[in-house]
């Protein structure tokens, strides 16, 4: 069965080091989304991308975090500097098209921050 | 705008028994409805939706839900509950594309 691939799976830096994420949709799915999960907490949207355009980021923090889709398949999220508020759990997902309603999430990437 | 409240944080339950995990939502607009599992350090997988049609919705693991538009409430059921049901349960709506997550309920099935 098909999965969204994510890496690491575990990360810790210290603050005001930068930290990339990356994932690996479901072959064939047009939209990515990338969302935050603090602890205690359901997931928030940060960034969706259909194909290789963001759809939305109006809830990503500019001056420090960064996403990008080049070839409208896998992706990068970038934090620079990391700050300890940081910490998380980043998730990655995918559907088939905007509007799919489905989405299919990854393993997720554990952030801690020191 | 939509939201989710999910009201209990936390669930305890013997195994055997009967569960359910309650969830209102608020929107202005058509509405569709998610159930999503988190099991420790894991991603989210989808027990069920609700998209149109039937309101009782039934799902993975042995799962149901019932999509209540009077009471904008999408309650979610099991007749009886294993230890291995012990995770996060996310309710979730979309107006559109975007998911609005609750705050996530606990369910902690004892033997």
């Known amino acids: 069965e098909a999965e969204v691939a994510q890496s690491p799976r575990y990360k810790i830096t210290e603050k005001s080091q930068a930290v990339a994420f990356w994932c690996d949709p479901i072959s064939g799915h047009a939209t990515l989304y990338w969302y935050r999960q603090i602890l205690g907490q359901g997931p928030e949207l940060l960034v969706q991308?259909?194909?290789?355009?963001?759809?939305?980021d109006s809830q990503l923090p500019k001056d420090r975090f960064s996403a990008e889709r080049l070839k409208g398949v896998d992706s990068t999220l970038k934090i620079q500097p990391a700050e300890l508020g940081d910490s998380a759990m980043y998730l990655c997902?995918?559907?088939?098209?905007?509007?799919?309603?489905?989405?299919?999430f990854g393993p997720g990437t554990r952030l801690t921050v020191t | 705008a939509q939201s989710v409240t999910q009201l209990d944080s936390q669930v305890p339950v013997f195994e055997e028994a009967p569960v359910e995990l309650r969830c209102n939502y608020s929107s202005s607009v058509s509405v569709y409805l998610f159930w999503y599992v988190q099991y420790p350090n894991q991603g989210l997988q989808l027990l069920l939706k609700y998209l149109s049609g039937s309101t009782l919705v039934k799902g993975i693991n042995g799962f149901e839900a019932e999509f209540n538009k009077s009471q904008t409430s999408f309650h979610l059921r099991k007749p009886s509950v294993h230890i291995s049901d012990t995770a996060e349960y996310f309710c979730a709506v979309s107006g559109g594309d975007k998911l609005i997550f609750g705050t996530g309920t606990r369910l902690q099935v004892f033997p």
């Open positions: 991308f259909q194909d290789e355009s963001v759809v939305d």
């Open positions: 997902a995918s559907s088939l098209s905007t509007g799919s309603y489905e989405q299919y």
